[in-house]
């Protein structure tokens, strides 16, 4: 990869691994964290890796860089004994968005990673198993099974409006 081709992969790139990033750990700073150590990362590697597999590079990387994040965190929680009570959620009109974040927040990381894959960046099921390690038929059924447990959640629509 030249020069030229690792700005452009900065430019048309760096957006999107950021807001797959974001949507998962809801904090700006470790997000911007992942994504320029990935760049990093990529301009270390930038004479082994072509233009056209830098975009799924990027995405894995920034994945694994994420999952070890997440990994370390619920270790630390697990040490401090913290138990986070859940609130039911409380208004008479809940935000669409907010009830959507924490059905999101009880998926396994596996299925809400594929779904946010999926159904906000638009990849295909060949190219998020591409990501995250699993075969066509895992990313399947992990969409599936994630879209269940979110409907099961949230229940029917007109009740939450």
């Not at 669409?96 to 099921?125: C, F, M, V, W």
């Not at 995250?132 to 269940?148: D, L, P």
Request: net charge negative; hydrophobic share 40%.
């Amino acid at each position: 990869m030249t020069v030229a081709e690792y700005n452009r992969s900065v430019e048309e790139f760096a957006d999107s691994v950021y807001r797959f990033i974001r949507a998962d750990l809801k904090d700006d700073e470790r997000a911007h964290d992942i994504v320029q150590d990935s760049f990093e990362k990529l301009w270390r590697h930038v004479a082994e890796i072509e233009f056209p597999v830098a975009k799924s590079w990027l995405f894995s990387t920034a994945y694994h860089a994420m999952i070890d994040i997440i990994r370390k965190e619920k270790r630390m929680t697990l040490l401090e004994e913290f138990h986070e009570v859940e609130t039911p959620f409380e208004s008479q009109s809940p935000d669409l968005n907010e009830i959507l974040h924490a059905a999101l927040k009880r998926l396994p990381e596996q299925q809400r990673t594929s779904l946010l894959l999926r159904d906000y960046e638009g990849y295909s099921y060949k190219e998020i198993g591409d990501l995250t390690g699993m075969t066509e038929a895992q990313v399947k059924i992990s969409i599936y099974r994630g879209r269940v447990a979110l409907r099961n959640y949230i229940g029917k629509i007109e009740t939450v409006i």
